[in-house]
């Protein structure tokens, strides 16, 4: 594929890179001419200076041919225009970084409109993270698949287990989670149980269940819930924005530390 590339920081370099080793035909875009230098030298892709939300400079670059545009530079409306004109042009796919958290709210009422496939927030992302980790204190592991529909969970059975030595069949007429025994670990031997099979305390169990389940299920099989009530962040960045609304809305208690006395206050607002 014919990939296209706006910003070069750290986050755009490392895409840049993971494209060319994967084979794709990728150009990247910048203002700055020493960042592109530094890429160029560094990996195998064709440089372009100027501004990505600039008609002749995605012109050069090759819009009209390329399949998809990845714009992750610093500054959300470089990046969602820079998606605009580059659908314009023919770009097939368009993805942006959209990090200010007033125009990520609003972005599902425009992303049909200005031809955008994806908008990524990382600090959004992270925060997620860290507010799934709180909720689900009893979970060893916990990983997100299909587009983060799908949650895996993993923990320790205990004596105290609604699943424990009982068939795992008999888990659906018991519970009214949705979820799925994939996997049991039982000392130094991994099972695949079928519906005979039967949990024993200390057994690791892997389950499958929608997103946001999972808490649920926990709790309905006599894990213990989260305990965390109120909460302190360090930092009043972006994602400790994220982190905190979310920890808000779920019903705890927040404070955040933040140096700097302005951004302080308009966290407060």
Known sequence: MKIIVVGVGKVGYTIAEQLVAEKHDVTVIDTDAAALETTMEAIDVFCVRGNGASVATLTEAGA?????????????????????????????????????????????????DIGLSLAVNPELECAKEVSRVLDLTAATNVELFSKGKVELLSFVADETNAMCGGEISELSRKLSSEVLVCAVERGDKVYIPKGNFVIMPGDVVSIITPSGNGGNFLRQVGMPGSNVKRVMIVGGNLTGYYLAKRLIESGRSVTIFEADKTKAENLCV
Not at 73 to 87: P, Q
């Open 64 to 112: 009209k041919e390329a399949n998809m545009l990845i714009a992750f530079t610093e500054n959300d409306e470089v990046n969602l225009l820079s998606c605009l004109i580059a659908k314009k042009l023919g770009v097939e796919n368009a993805l942006a970084r959209i990090r200010n958290p007033e125009y990520y709210e609003g972005i599902r009422l425009i992303k049909n």
